[in-house]
């Protein structure tokens, strides 16, 4: 693989958590998936591959009749069909997510590489509020307006994208085609709650990495960084210990007269550090970026690790040994070219981070804390000082418990069992978010596919030749369950219209 695509693919591995979201009033948002400037990855698929780009007159609010609700916008969506066998051939959708659909292009490689196999329409969508589907003229002036806001959610964004898919049957004279969902991460839970709020719509959904059980009390808020924590323990001891020894070593540092400048300067920072809060939190960012995207190709937390380990003229100081491994962390977000800066970049104005930002102070509402079992210090999940952040950045309160309210997930397996089917839940257990999601089977058609050594939403990047046969067997397997609920449809539908 050229050089250039492994930056791409890292790139969209490692930059989930940016800055951690965490933002000038304090407070901490959910990591997300993948953001960079993949424009490049759109054009050559574009005019390489066959991929063409619609835009669909989009109703702004699906749910209420005042004069407003009938306002539209442009709503970009994406299709290829080079493969598709013709009016009842499957579509697969591949469900945007929080980011612009020139990034989420590329983790539908799985979408792309397995269409001839379906004879299916490749459908992408992208979310409301993102690139460029931005009602209300621009996606600054959206965000500013509170009424524009209210607008921008899950419920509206997969109202919309039953309303494509059915103007795209339509169009192409394809009304009993099967249509199966797929997502990532957030993408994934909209692919989940797709299939139990518009079955009429997919006949099923594949939903990598979804964390759909990481609201409200149902996943204990220390789990995310007990995990991330675990991946460093498991790679290495010294460099578990190294780590959870750095932090008060940075305080100590601190204290001193000068001692943000001299961290400054340790650490090569983009701007003199503030308070040592931003050199923890860019430092979290590094940790659990690597551990989410812990890919069988790149390795990061073994990386990281090996550079604490091995850092040359350290001895005993462990914070140079850190920035060794910030260092090779930024090396492989940037295909071995080392950064000016590291730590706190200025990321203003990220329409990504910003639309996730509102999403996050929401309904979005992920417990996230750290104690003292892990190798962090110990900071645990407040929801009230997380409420008040939200109110004083959007005069809004956020909805904890929405999310379970109307998609649900208490007794997820009696309520599933008996609401819904085909669904496939993959999840690699060394991604701290797998422990949100769905890992047993819960009915013959509700299947959890869990692999020990896989990353966030690995299944549904691009094939490799390096690729271990776990992972390769996992794809095999989810093509094979789809195909089952394709040739269903097919029976039941000849049944229904004898």
Avoid at 417 to 437: A, E, L, V
Avoid at 475 to 482: D, L, N, Q, Y
């Amino acid at each position: 693989m050229k050089s250039s695509q492994v930056s791409f693919q890292w790139l969209l591995l490692m930059i989930i958590f940016v800055s951690t979201s965490f933002h000038a009033n304090g407070f901490k948002l959910r990591p997300r998936l993948g953001r960079i400037r993949r424009s490049r990855i759109l054009e050559q698929k574009d005019s390489n591959h066959g991929f063409k780009t619609f835009f669909y007159n989009q109703t702004i609010d699906h749910f209420s009749y005042g004069p407003e609700s009938y306002k539209t916008f442009p709503q970009r969506y994406v299709i290829n069909s080079n493969f598709w066998g013709g009016r009842n051939s499957p579509i697969l959708a591949f469900l945007g997510a929080e980011a612009p659909i020139d990034d989420n292009i590329e983790p539908s490689g799985f979408t792309y590489e397995n269409a001839h196999e379906f004879k299916a329409l490749i459908v992408i969508l992208e979310h409301r509020y993102y690139g460029k589907s931005v009602p209300f003229g621009s996606r600054k002036a959206a965000l500013k307006n509170a009424r524009h806001r209210g607008y921008f959610n899950s419920a509206q964004a997969l109202a919309d994208y039953a309303s494509i898919l059915l103007h795209i049957k339509d169009k192409y004279n394809a009304t009993h085609a099967p249509v199966i969902a797929i997502g990532a991460s957030y993408g994934g839970e909209l692919a989940t709650w797709f299939r139990l709020k518009y079955p009429h719509v997919v006949i099923g959904s594949l939903a990598s990495s979804a964390p759909i059980l990481y609201y409200g009390d149902i996943t204990p808020w220390t789990t995310y960084h007990s995990v991330v924590s675990k991946d460093f323990r498991d790679t290495s001891e010294e460099c578990f210990q190294t780590i959870k020894k750095s932090w008060s070593e940075i305080d100590n540092i601190a204290s001193k007269p000068d001692g943000l400048a001299i961290l400054s300067k340790k650490f090569k920072t983009c701007t003199p550090l503030k308070n040592t809060t931003e050199l923890k939190d860019g430092l979290d960012t590094v940790y659990s970026e690597a551990a989410q995207y812990d890919t069988p190709s790149n390795i990061p937390v073994k990386r990281i690790c090996n550079a604490i380990e091995n850092a040359p003229n350290c001895g005993d100081d462990i914070l140079c040994k850190i920035a060794a491994g910030v260092v090779e962390a930024d090396s492989l977000e940037y295909d071995g070219n080392k950064s000016r800066c590291y730590i706190n970049e200025d990321r203003t104005g990220d329409e990504s981070d910003e639309g996730w930002e509102w999403q996050s102070c929401s309904e979005m509402v992920v417990p996230m804390g750290k104690d003292k079992n892990s190798m962090y210090q110990p900071a645990p999940w407040n929801l009230t000082k997380y409420i008040k952040d939200c109110k004083e950045q959007y005069d809004v309160s956020p909805r904890p418990s929405w999310v379970l309210t109307y998609y649900g997930g208490h007794d997820i397996k009696l309520i599933l069992r008996r609401s819904t089917s085909n669904i496939i839940f993959s999840n690699g257990m060394r991604d701290p978010f797998s422990r949100g999601g769905v890992l047993e089977n819960i009915s013959d058609s509700i299947i959890a596919l869990s692999t020990k050594h896989g990353s966030h939403c690995l299944d549904l990047d691009e094939a490799k030749k390096s690729d271990p046969d776990w992972l390769v067997q996992q794809r095999k397997t989810e093509v094979k369950i789809m195909q089952g609920w394709i040739t269903q449809y097919y029976d039941d539908f000849k049944e229904i219209n004898k």
